[in-house]
């Protein structure tokens, strides 16, 4: 099997823009020189056909998928199942720059491109552009019964995709506070949105969070603002967050920079540039277990809790053809199957996609792995508090990354 990289800014794992490699991204199969592979993008439903022989795969991450277990679970498909693939290339990429390279091979009338992964920044920028195939209800004679893995919860955010993703990670996320315990005490955290402007003016340049288009903590950070400030409807950032535009403007003015990535975030505030940042689970999980932080890193929750539901999607494009549909809808049923999804109880989750796999019921490696970096005596009773919300969907969440960038992003410092 072979990998080839490209640099991307972004989250969880979900990064750089010129620095390091992000953590959103998006799994990309193609099936090289698959029979009947079409020449253009259709809308047209295709019936899925198994290959006459084994085909070869290229896989895209764009959201941290392979290093959150996705890698090992697809070469352990690939292993149970030689008579439909043959190799696997694995690939990475920006999240922002997923669609744009769906949309090329479109154009181009070849479409490599068979399956991609990540979140609903990725699936909303790809279906803005009407690049996906609606696999839901049309192919769901081929996929799990989806009411026997997913909880209320989980289907709700399935129901977001609107059919055009299946969820094949889940988690309850974030934001909360991570602070320096050498450079603020415990009892000066700041844990509401005014705490929280008051010490970032008073300590300037040491707080910031990563731009939310590129990052799951930056995405979560604002998409939290509007419950906790009283927004009007923090359901449309167009319309209905009046509080939070114009608290993040006033934020702003204490900024220094808005990291491009998670992982230039986590960089930062490992190196001590930053004291104090808004932060999502698997971000504090991975970062103290890889020592990027220090494994005391202090946290905290925000009073009024407001956890933002995240998780990533298996995504088909137009224009695959009907054997790679095929060995797509096998893979993305294997991928929400309990021995995949175990797989991710390990890379700094807590929560699966499917309901039925926890870190209770996962063996050993879990266990130890929870005990040491999942800070039991926290979140185990921390996931209980507040509220939980279903993030923006996919259309509005682009509106909010566009309207960040053009009245945030872009007046960094004032």
Avoid at 35 to 42: E, I, K, L, Q, W
Avoid at 182 to 188: G, H, R, T
């Amino acid at each position: 099997m072979t990998e080839r990289g490209v640099g991307r800014p972004g989250g969880r794992g979900r990064q750089a823009a010129g620095a390091a490699i992000a953590v959103v991204a998006a799994v990309v199969l193609s099936a090289c020189g698959a029979p009947g592979s079409s020449s253009s993008a259709s809308s047209d439903p295709i019936t899925p056909k198994k290959p006459a022989k084994p085909i070869s795969l290229t896989v895209l991450d764009g959201g941290g998928d392979l290093t959150g277990g996705g890698r090992a679970a697809i070469d352990a498909f690939v292993k149970a199942n030689p008579d439909l693939v043959s190799e696997v290339t694995y690939q990475t990429a920006a999240a922002t720059d997923v669609a744009g390279k769906v949309k090329a091979q479109q154009n181009g009338g070849s479409v490599d491109i068979s399956l991609l992964l990540g979140g609903p920044d990725v699936l909303g920028a790809a279906q803005q552009q009407k690049l996906l195939m609606r696999q839901l209800p049309a192919q769901s004679a081929s996929l799990p019964d989806l009411s026997t893995i997913q909880d209320a919860p989980r289907a709700d955010f399935q129901k977001s995709s609107d059919g055009y993703g299946l969820l094949i990670n889940y988690d309850q996320n974030g934001p909360f506070v991570d602070y320096q315990p050498s450079a603020v005490p415990a009892a000066e955290a700041p844990n509401t949105p005014a705490a929280l402007l008051a010490w970032a003016k008073a300590h300037k340049g040491k707080f910031s969070y990563a731009q939310p288009a590129s990052s799951g903590s930056g995405r979560a950070f604002i998409q939290a603002l509007p419950y906790m400030l009283g927004d009007s409807d923090p359901a449309d950032p167009v319309k209905g967050w009046s509080k939070t535009w114009a608290y993040l403007r006033e934020l702003g003015k204490y900024v220094n920079s808005y990291p491009a990535s998670s992982s230039l975030l986590a960089q930062q505030f490992g190196a001590n540039q930053l004291d104090v940042i808004p932060t999502i689970i698997s971000h504090d999980v991975a970062n103290r277990k890889s020592s990027t932080w220090p494994a005391n890193t202090g946290i905290t929750l925000f009073k009024n809790q407001n956890w933002i539901n995240d998780g990533h999607f298996a995504m088909i494009p137009q224009g695959v053809s009907a054997s790679t549909l095929y060995v797509d809808l096998k893979l993305e049923w294997y991928l929400v199957q309990p021995q995949a999804q175990r797989q991710r109880l390990t890379t700094g989750v807590l929560t699966t996609a499917n309901k039925d796999v926890t870190a209770e019921n996962s063996g050993s490696d879990v266990t130890r792995f929870m005990r040491q970096w999942g800070r039991p005596d926290f979140f185990a009773t921390a996931l209980k508090k507040g509220s939980v919300r279903r993030p923006l969907t996919p259309a509005n969440m682009q509106q909010a990354f566009d309207l960040w960038q053009r009245n945030i992003g872009s007046k960094v410092g004032g």
